[in-house]
């Protein structure tokens, strides 16, 4: 990520996105899409990309879409004063362009990548063949972007609803899913994410983030160790989290 000023939030509900907290289990969730990978797979070809390359570009319809098969992408857009709206992180399985591709739509948004990544890359009839030819495919197809619209949707409502710190205890709550391990009869979530790309989650201004973190070090709910956030006890998170919620 370079220092551009990143506002605005998108998460999406789906073990390869780094989202919100749903804040229950759901074991049928992409239950088409995890029986669907590897055909998604055999649709496509593999491609290397380096570090910070852009896939799509915004302003273009995209002629194929791609699955994450290793490494990481991220969605998008820049603003007219030059801020850029951060929208998700995309990691394996993730699906992306597929909905634009298919109806050309033009895309609003940029996705590249942050560390060197595996894309397969599917082209528009290899996929419009599938959606004939498996049934399978089309349910999970559908079932990915049924979740995308619903989670836009959710995340909007939490942004207009909560502050930044019940936000914070939110995605700190979908990092331990994601990325937590046992640590000293603790949760640590064993990936960096630095204060810009936190912000960037949160759709606030650095100051705020700063604050929010600071309060739930001080009420002993989180720390950092090495720079990487640590949750000390997940449940009084979430507590805490539901007392904010009372407020």
Known sequence: MDDK????TLFES?????????GEENP????????CIDKLERLGETQSFPKNHTIIRAGKIPECCY?????????????????????????????????????????????????????IRIEKQALKEAFKNDSDI???????????FFAAIDENQKMKSHNATWRLCDLLLSLAEQYGVAYDN?????????IEIITSMLGVNRATTVRAIKSLKDL????????????????????????????
Do not use: W
Not at 5 to 8: E, I, L, Q, S, V
Not at 14 to 22: A, K
Not at 186 to 194: A, D, E, G, H, N
């Open 28 to 35: 049928s969730r992409f239950l088409h899409m995890r029986r």
């Open 186 to 194: 603790k949760t640590l979530i064993q990936k960096k994410f630095s």
């Open 67 to 119: 699955l994450v098969k290793s490494g990481q992408v991220v969605a998008v857009t820049e603003t007219e004063s030059g801020n850029e709206l951060f929208f998700c992180i995309m990691e394996t399985n993730a699906l992306f362009g597929e909905m634009n591709m298919l109806f050309e739509r033009i895309l609003p948004i940029t996705f590249r990548t942050t560390v060197p990544t595996e894309l």
């Open 220 to 247: 002993g709910l989180i720390e950092t160790i090495n720079g990487y956030y640590c949750i000390r006890d997940i449940e009084l998170l979430k507590t805490h989290q539901e007392t904010i919620t009372s407020l």
């Open 138 to 148: 089309a349910m999970a197809i559908l079932e990915y972007a049924a979740d995308k």
């Open 14 to 22: 789906t073990p390869s996105y780094i989202f919100m907290h749903s």
């Open 5 to 8: 000023k990143r506002t605005g």
